[in-house]
């Protein structure tokens, strides 16, 4: 079972930036093998897709952003600690939400086409959230 624990949240000030961290543990799960993304969500409304990052089968990771945080926002992982990094930098108001970190086995056409961003739905690994306010 694959555990997921996210940690980095808290006030920023706005044009500063966040830097979140998505921690896996859990027991029969190979972490290379799982596409992970960011999510955030505020009340009333749905679940919004912020980045993601494919597994690390091949060599080559691919990445994908939304367009309120693209140009803005790096998304990283170390398979040797089993986490991924979220940097986003010129936050705004809008930015705040509560984030959450999210695994799933899919394929790098699922991360290039926008589709695990879009469907979070079908995604079966969620941590439990960090909220993020963005105030001064």
């Known amino acids: 079972q694959l555990q997921l624990v996210e940690s980095g949240g808290g006030l920023v000030q706005p044009g500063g930036s966040l830097n979140l961290s998505c921690g896996a543990s859990g027991s029969g799960f190979t972490f290379e093998l799982y596409t992970i993304g960011w999510f955030r969500q505020t009340p009333g409304k749905e679940r919004e897709g912020v980045s993601c990052?494919?597994?690390?089968?091949?060599?080559?990771?691919?990445?994908n952003y939304a367009d309120s945080v693209k140009g803005r926002s790096t998304i990283s992982r170390d398979n040797a600690k089993k986490t991924v990094y979220l940097q986003m930098n010129s936050v705004n108001s809008e930015d705040t939400a509560v984030y959450y970190c999210?695994?799933?086995?899919?394929?790098?056409?699922?991360?290039?086409?926008?589709?695990?961003?879009?469907?979070?739905?079908?995604?079966?690994?969620w941590g439990k959230g960090t909220l993020v306010t963005v105030s001064s």
């Open positions: 990052i494919s597994n690390s089968v091949t060599s080559v990771s691919h990445t």
């Open positions: 999210a695994a799933a086995l899919a394929s790098a056409s699922d991360v290039l086409s926008g589709y695990f961003l879009l469907r979070p739905d079908v995604i079966k690994y």
